[in-house]
């Protein structure tokens, strides 16, 4: 089964950084699509970023200009820098890794919480 562990969440004060991580226990390139979703309490679970198996990323309306997606081949790691966070950002944020072709297959990791307070 695939794996996609997280790690670099924490508590942060408002208008300071994170970089989390994404090491799935495949290759990224086994995917069509690695992205980080977040969720936080009351709310439905919302795309924050993806990057694709050619490196075209996508931004949600909300971080854009804030984070970046990212991904070092050598390592296997997806990362995504958060930049400027406010307390609207504090939630779970989950890696996703999906394959669209020959046949759809979808896989999520337990998440990582991030909390923006002072």
């Not at 991580?21 to 709310?43: D, H, L, M, T």
């Not at 198996?53 to 081949?73: E, H, P, Q, W």
């Not at 390592?75 to 820098?81: P, Q, W």
């Amino acid at each position: 089964q695939v794996q996609l562990v997280e790690s670099g969440g924490g508590l942060v004060q408002p208008g300071g950084s994170l970089r989390l991580s994404c090491a799935p226990s495949e290759s990224i390139f086994s995917f069509n699509y690695v992205g980080w979703y977040r969720q936080a309490p009351g709310k439905q679970r919302e795309l924050v970023a993806l990057i694709a198996s050619d490196g075209l990323t996508n931004y949600a309306d909300f971080v854009k200009g804030r984070f970046t997606i990212s991904r070092d081949n050598a390592k296997n790691t997806v990362y995504l820098r958060m930049n400027s966070l406010t307390p609207e950002d504090t939630a779970v944020y989950l890696c996703n890794a999906l394959v669209t072709v020959p046949g759809r297959r979808e896989f999520w990791g337990q998440g990582t919480q991030v909390t923006v307070s002072s």
